[in-house]
């Protein structure tokens, strides 16, 4: 069985995660990003530290659709995997710090951050939940999940849109 990073559309993700990390770091150079193993099927993506301290835990999603077709045709929301997200929280909980959100729009070259729990676990920004019919992976294929719907006005651009 191939794993998705291994096929092309993999790789192209890998590149298009590079780059909104390079973007992320040039806004916040005193911050470093450890990505949990990408061969895996991680809780979350990784772990944020600042002078070597534990500051926060991340899930990142790379986007090819444009900012327009966010705001007129999926409402204005970034869905996350519900599984993601109580994951995101229970971890937060578990390590006391706070369950970020990354979300980099590639056509537009926009990198949106949401901090999404406290360091308690607990959400701090409201999310829709609905049942829906997702891409099973970045290759394709489909699948029915519950999913989480953040609201894009929830959310700071950090880079792009002139930032």
């Known amino acids: 069985m191939s794993l998705d990073i291994n096929t092309p559309r993999g790789q192209e993700s890998v590149a298009e995660e590079t780059e909104m990390f390079n973007l992320i770091k040039s806004k916040n150079p005193s911050c470093k990003f450890f990505h949990t193993p990408i ?20 899930e990142s ?5 444009s900012l327009e077709t966010f705001q007129n045709q999926f409402q ?3 869905m ?10 229970q971890l937060s909980k578990m390590l006391e710090v706070p369950f970020v959100g990354y979300l980099y729009i590639v056509p537009n070259k926009i990198v949106m951050s949401v901090k999404i729990t ?18 099973a992976c ?11 719907f953040i ?5 700071k651009i950090i880079a792009g849109l002139d930032q």
């Open 39 to 58: 061969t895996k099927a991680s809780l979350i993506d990784g772990f944020i530290t600042r002078n070597e301290e534990l500051i926060g835990i991340y």
């Open 61 to 65: 999603k790379c986007r090819r659709h």
């Open 76 to 78: 204005n929301e970034w």
């Open 80 to 89: 996350m995997s519900c599984h993601k997200l109580l994951s995101g929280a």
């Open 118 to 135: 406290n360091e308690k676990g607990r959400f701090i920004i409201p999310i829709r939940f609905a049942e829906k019919k997702t891409s």
């Open 138 to 148: 970045c290759n394709g294929g489909t699948m029915q999940d519950t999913c989480g």
């Open 151 to 155: 609201n894009l006005k929830s959310m």
